[in-house]
């Protein structure tokens, strides 16, 4: 790459600074967490403001039709900055990478033509060069969109320490389940989990710098089958297994999971394994089974009460979390009804629900019978109120309860921490700032819709 190329001036590697905004799930937070990695050898700095920066990149999502418009009138804004800056000599580089960028990359460029580089969630491990061609083009927009055959995880630099006491782990990505209304297979891919021996390396890395709690990442992440390094395929319930053994890892977790993938080994694990969190996100997205048909879901929702009833055997205190689409096409009043009632059923701690949001090339948003727009936000209100009640119960039914929390961060009052219990509720409690790190022991005090407050139990202050 071209030294000072960015600035326009003689700049030195350290004056070149990176800024990522990071839209959508857990798996773009990880990606971007990893563009900087592999960004930082070429001398780049993270830093806060896009408009501070020499390349600003948009790690965006496409998983409904907001996320879209958002991206665009963020462009909007960035792209003053970068005419500033170009009349002050230098070169500012504007970046679209994520979901958004592989399926609508050419529409990218010609909405946004100040754009100068589009790539892909599976080509971000080449960033060093796509920024380099960048800079030797004379305003040609460079795309790289390809599926490369090879995994950039293959590629990519060793994972530098983390900044905190809990970290996300992509070990799968990927889809190839095509749910009539989704884009992530043709965003992110065929399925693909990454080789035992590469997750444990990775995961080893974190606890070394102090992680305490690790999430497993995956599109379905239930769905893993890595190499493990007896040759065979492992499931996810085996690695659970085996990073359970790696010593100061106190907690994992994984999303999200698949009702179709939830097998005997992960429902075990659940039994066995006292670090992998009583918690689980397993998306059901209607309770119609009807509807889970015309999604290509291939589960019944009395399958989905069976598993649930199977992973609450395992484990008593499980508590659980899910997906809901409303207004999907053809949806009727008992369709709807049929989700109610089993959200009524089986009770959720946490949940997101979502009108249905047609997408184009997927299979559903040329259904007919599409639900009218009214219909959906009727619909989503009444889903919404149950399931932000039942959240509230089940917080309130955390009080007087004493459950270990995972101490994170300082919080917003002098003296406070912010922590999370197995549940992933957030717990505000006075404590010293030295205990970040610890699990401790917390009796719950009160409860609101969306965090517990708490105090040491006795015998742990000080
Ligand atoms: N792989 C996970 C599964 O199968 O449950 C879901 C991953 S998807 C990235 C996250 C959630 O976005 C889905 O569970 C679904 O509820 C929602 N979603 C996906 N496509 C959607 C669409 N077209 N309209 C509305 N919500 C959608
Ligand atoms: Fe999308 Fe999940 Fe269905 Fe895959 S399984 S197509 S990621 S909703």
Known sequence: MKEGGLTGGRASASAKRVFIKTYGCQMNVYDSARMFEVLAPLGFLPVEKPDKADLDIFNTCHIRE??????????????????????????????????MAQAEGAEILRRAPFVDLVFGPQNYH??????????????????????????KFDHLPETSASQGVTAFLTVQEGCDKFCSFCVVPYT???EY?????????????????????????????????????????????????RLAELRGLDRIRYTTSHPHDMDDGLITAHRDVPQLMPFVHLPVQSGATRILSAMNRPYTADAYRRIVDRLRSARSDLALSSDFIVGFPGES????????????????????????????????????KQIPEYVKSDRLTVLQALL?????????????????????????????????????????????????????????????????????EESMAG
Request: hydrophobic share 40%; aromatic share 6%.
């Open 66 to 99: 907001k996320a879209d418009e958002k991206l665009f009138s963020e462009l909007g804004t960035i792209r003053q900055s970068k005419m500033m800056n170009a009349r002050r000599g230098g070169k500012m580089i504007i970046a679209v990478g994520g979901c």
């Open 193 to 241: 989990s990454r080789p035992v021996a590469q997750v444990l390396a990775e995961a080893a890395r974190a606890v070394c710098s102090g992680v305490r709690e690790i999430t497993l990442l995956g599109q379905n992440v239930n769905a893993y089958h890595g190499e493990g390094p007896d040759g065979r395929d492992w499931g996810l319930g085996d690695l659970v297994r």
């Open 333 to 368: 009043d008992e369709d709807f009804e049929a989700t109610i009632d089993l959200v009524e059923e089986i009770g959720f701690a946490q949940a997101f629900s979502f009108k249905y949001s047609p997408r184009p090339g997927t299979p559903a948003a040329s259904l007919c």
């Open 126 to 151: 080449l960033l060093p060069e796509l920024v380099a061609q960048v800079l030797r083009s004379r305003g040609d927009r460079v795309v790289a969109t390809d599926f490369p055959a090879e995994p």
């Open 188 to 190: 992110r891919g065929a």
């Open 388 to 456: 932000e009640r039942q959240q509230r119960n089940f917080n309130n039914g955390c009080i007087g309860r004493t459950l270990p929390v995972l101490l994170e961060k300082p919080g917003r009052h002098d003296g406070q921490l912010v922590g999370r219990s197995p549940y992933l509720q957030s717990v505000h409690l006075v404590a010293a700032e030295r205990r970040i790190g610890e699990v401790i022991p917390v009796q719950i005090l009160a409860a609101s819709a969306n965090s517990l407050t708490g105090s040491l």
